[in-house]
């Protein structure tokens, strides 16, 4: 029985080829696009659109690994066989359960006095296993690029410091009135946030993200606007692409598979979507977000290097092709 795919949106893995990459046996680093920035930005949506391209597994949020003690959030067959595989081959007990991602991985860790030595104590094994997790989920899944959509900021700056992977940096970012509105909703199962909860929320990750993102190498990060990926997504999906040295076609966005990912959003849940325009604005603003994030109407347009929305992009030849 076929099922039409619901609308996908912010609010709510393809298979391997040898076409457009070398195979995973032949590259020990696996490129780990890390999505960054606030939640509730639709880093879900891109991962899964980025997970249907050739040779590109979408992993989800694998700041959950640790905190699940590696089992996914659903638990159909094909997942729970994947995901318990990538488990046998990373030794981790000793980190399972929520002290790494309290203490290194969320950006409230930086006003934690009390956690400060325990994150010193604990960030060289976090970094190791974190190294260990990426290259399993590679071999398990035969590809050579993967996306993680942890989106915390922090968790970008301990991925900075392996030496094992290739990390690619995108800092997404979503019109503030839609991510506030957003964090307030009462029909979704995450945690919901007041106004000024919610305000504060987004002015801490969106300067952690920049200063995370400023310091890593320019030629592996790129700014993206989550309202360009929605007008142009075959085009922002290429640079992506390009980016990380991937020269895959785009998939069919009107049939997107979700893959099994280890967590996300509501999204998920269903096994095919279709990209749809995003939500409209709120009807009413909120003078009180106008307000609170009017500094970074200054500073996120001049971030470099960033996607063009709209413009023409030719795919890179593949390897070899002369």
Sequence with gaps: MSHSPPPANADGGGPPSDSFSRPMAEQ??????????????????????????????????????????????????????????????????????????????????????????????VRPRYRRVSEDVYKAVARAAGVTHLVDTSHYPLRARELQALDGVDLYLLFL?????????????????????????????LWLTQLVSVLVFLRHPRERRLFVRHEDFLADPQGVLRQILDMTGSSAPIPDLGELRTGIPLHGNRLVNSEVIALQPDAPLPHRPSAMTSLLQLSWRAVLPRLRPAVTAGKVHKRRPAPGSG
């Design 28 to 121: 020990s680093r696996p490129k780990v696009i890390y999505v960054m920035g606030a939640g509730r930005s639709g880093s879900t949506v891109l991962g899964v659109a980025l997970g249907n391209c050739e040779n590109v597994f979408f992993a989800g949020e694998l700041d959950k690994w640790l905190v699940r003690r590696g089992a996914p959030h659903l638990a159909d067959d094909e997942r729970m066989r994947f995901w318990s595989g990538v488990r046998e081959q990373v030794d981790a007990a000793d980190l399972f359960g929520g002290q790494a991602h309290r203490c290194l991985e969320r950006s409230s860790a930086l006003f934690r006095v009390r956690d400060w030595s325990a994150r010193r104590r």
């Design 173 to 201: 970012v979503r019109h503030p009135q839609s991510v506030v509105a957003s964090l307030d909703r009462r029909d979704v199962a995450e945690r919901r946030f007041g106004m000024l909860t919610a305000n504060a929320y």
